[in-house]
């Protein structure tokens, strides 16, 4: 049986996995080729900026695969790339974020540095409520969170609102 001329290392020529390496000005370039962006992944440092606020961590990172499907429907949408998540003893805990430049991932940040300082520490009671929220609440309990996440929400709205 007659093996076709093609590069064996080559799984994936359209890229339809979204697989993705930075280049030397830390720009994303497309990589179909999967042996090489796994080596890639060995050896290159991801993480854009990690910082830990009285217990909490807040880290971003370089994702390397699009993590968007909106790809798979329009082919000139700009993938998901970046990805900043909390990690700790917070409410927001497990939370992430994420962005289609370095830019926005770098500005999201400084956003989510924000939300911990100033929501990050909320009265027992709403603790009680938020940690619940994939379980039945109580309609007190639910008031709470919901008022809560409406205020986390409409805060970050306007702090990204005012970002260049």
Do not use: C
């Not at 001329?5 to 390496?21: A, I, L, M």
């Not at 990690?50 to 961590?57: A, G, H, K, N």
């Not at 962005?99 to 911990?116: P, T």
Request: net charge positive; hydrophobic share 35%.
């Amino acid at each position: 049986m007659n093996m076709p001329d093609k590069d064996p290392f080559d799984f994936d020529p359209e890229n339809v996995t979204g697989k993705y390496v930075l280049d030397e000005h830390d720009e994303p370039v497309e990589e179909p080729h999967l042996l090489k962006w796994a080596m890639w992944m060995e050896t290159r440092e991801r993480v854009v900026l990690d910082e830990t606020i009285s217990r909490v961590r807040i880290s971003t990172i370089f994702l390397a695969v699009d993590m968007g499907i909106g790809r798979m429907f329009d082919k000139t949408a700009k993938p998901l790339l970046w990805e900043t998540m909390v990690f700790g003893h917070s409410v927001f805990d497990r939370w992430q974020w994420r962005y289609r430049s370095k830019l926005d991932a770098l500005r999201g940040h400084q956003i989510v540095r924000e939300l911990i300082e100033r929501f990050g520490d909320p009265p027992r009671q709403l603790k009680k409520a938020i940690k619940k929220r994939w379980q039945p609440m109580r309609p007190r309990e639910r008031r709470r969170a919901e008022r809560w996440y409406g205020r986390v929400r409409a805060y970050e709205q306007r702090r990204i609102g005012e970002l260049p």
